[in-house]
């Protein structure tokens, strides 16, 4: 029988950028209504600006700060200059809008990085600790803290600061906050800049914690969807546990021979069981 405790540490660490992209989800779809495809493609810029800074001879602690403030600033533009535009449009063509905008830097990545994969490497990589006999890297670490910290961080701000109760009310009625005075699109914007933030630090740890490809990162938004539907794009507790389920099954199923292959369906198995429980009294109420 495999020892499974290797790839439970594993899996916690990469569970913890499935919550945080989950969260930066949730957050922009509780203020806009926008259901972001692109989270994984502008974590993927940013992991890639990181990588760039630091071949190019820059100081490896700062990378990621340039990886993320380049997450922030396209994720911003984006919610300022194209999402303003589709406010009023359906959520499905909002939702292929930013699917579109993932394509769009999937394709710049392909043509100023290539398709070679790549490792990020960051300073805390050369830190570790021992754990029930597990060599844990300090980056695995701070991963992990980072998803529970960064989440209990969002849930304060949404709670207690001015912006955050007025992204709040526009998850109730965008037309009664504007009525009331919210500033709509300022909101929005803060929205975008939360969301690009936590898509940059998912995407820089991720690339050190796997490996550097445009369109791995990207397709990391899946499992980050798959946790969000969990949370019923509403609840930020529930898209942490499901952030973490769905990382440490995927990661618990890799040494076993039988079904290793198919891991990657984990998401879709949280996400479809996650909507089949919350159609569970429609069904009844049917019968």
Same mark, same amino acid.
């Given at each position: 029988?495999?020892?499974?405790?290797?790839?439970?540490?594993?899996?916690?660490?990469?569970?913890?950028?499935?919550?945080?992209?989950?969260?930066?989800?949730?957050?922009?779809?509780?203020?806009?209504?926008?259901?972001?495809?692109?989270?994984?493609?502008?974590?993927?810029?940013?992991?890639?600006?990181?990588?760039?800074?630091?071949?190019?001879?820059?100081?490896?602690?700062?990378?990621?700060?340039?990886?993320?403030?380049?997450?922030?600033?396209?994720?911003?533009?984006?919610?300022?200059?194209?999402?303003?535009?589709?406010?009023?449009?359906?959520?499905?063509?909002?939702?292929?809008?930013?699917?579109?905008?993932?394509?769009?830097?999937?394709?710049?990545?392909?043509?100023?990085?290539?398709?070679?994969? %790549?490792?990020?490497?960051?300073?805390?990589?050369?830190?570790?600790?021992?754990?029930?006999?597990?060599?844990?890297?300090?980056?695995?670490?701070?991963?992990?803290?980072?998803?529970?910290?960064?989440?209990?961080?969002?849930?304060?701000?949404?709670?207690?600061? %001015?912006?955050?109760?007025?992204?709040?009310?526009?998850?109730?009625? %965008?037309?009664?906050?504007?009525?009331?005075?919210?500033?709509?699109?300022?909101?929005?914007?803060?929205?975008?800049?939360?969301?690009?933030?936590?898509?940059?630090?998912?995407?820089?740890?991720?690339?050190?914690?796997?490996?550097?490809?445009?369109?791995?990162?990207?397709?990391?938004?899946?499992?980050?969807?798959?946790?969000?539907?969990?949370?019923?794009?509403?609840?930020?507790?529930?898209?942490?546990?499901?952030?973490?389920?769905?990382?440490?099954?995927?990661?618990?199923?890799?040494?076993?021979?039988?079904?290793?292959?198919?891991?990657?369906?984990?998401?879709?198995?949280?996400?479809?069981?996650?909507?089949?429980?919350?159609? %569970?009294?429609?069904?009844?109420?049917?019968?």
């Amino acid at each position: 029988m495999p020892d499974f405790t290797p790839f439970l540490v594993a899996g916690l660490a990469t569970a913890a950028t499935y919550v945080l992209s989950g969260v930066g989800i949730v957050v922009l779809y509780r203020a806009s209504g926008v259901v972001n495809f692109a989270q994984g493609a502008v974590g993927a810029l940013a992991a890639f600006i990181s990588w760039s800074i630091v071949e190019r001879g820059g100081p490896a602690e700062w990378s990621w700060i340039g990886g993320i403030a380049a997450a922030v600033a396209v994720s911003f533009l984006y919610g300022r200059v194209i999402a303003p535009r589709l406010a009023y449009s359906d959520p499905i063509m909002r939702a292929v809008a930013t699917l579109s905008f993932a394509l769009i830097l999937l394709g710049f990545m392909g043509y100023v990085w290539g398709e070679a994969p %790549r490792r990020l490497r960051l300073p805390t990589d050369t830190m570790s600790f021992d754990l029930m006999g597990v060599r844990v890297t300090m980056t695995r670490a701070v991963a992990f803290a980072l998803g529970l910290l960064v989440t209990c961080a969002v849930m304060a701000f949404l709670s207690y600061s %001015r912006v955050g109760l007025q992204m709040r009310a526009l998850a109730s009625s %965008r037309e009664l906050s504007a009525m009331l005075g919210v500033r709509v699109f300022r909101v929005d914007g803060w929205a975008w800049v939360i969301s690009g933030a936590l898509a940059g630090v998912s995407g820089v740890l991720l690339a050190d914690l796997q490996r550097l490809s445009g369109q791995a990162l990207t397709f990391a938004v899946i499992p980050a969807i798959a946790a969000a539907v969990v949370g019923r794009f509403a609840s930020l507790p529930a898209t942490v546990a499901g952030g973490l389920a769905i990382g440490v099954c995927e990661a618990l199923l890799t040494p076993v021979p039988i079904v290793g292959p198919f891991r990657t369906a984990v998401p879709f198995l949280f996400a479809v069981g996650a909507l089949l429980w919350m159609q %569970r009294k429609v069904v009844f109420v049917y019968r």
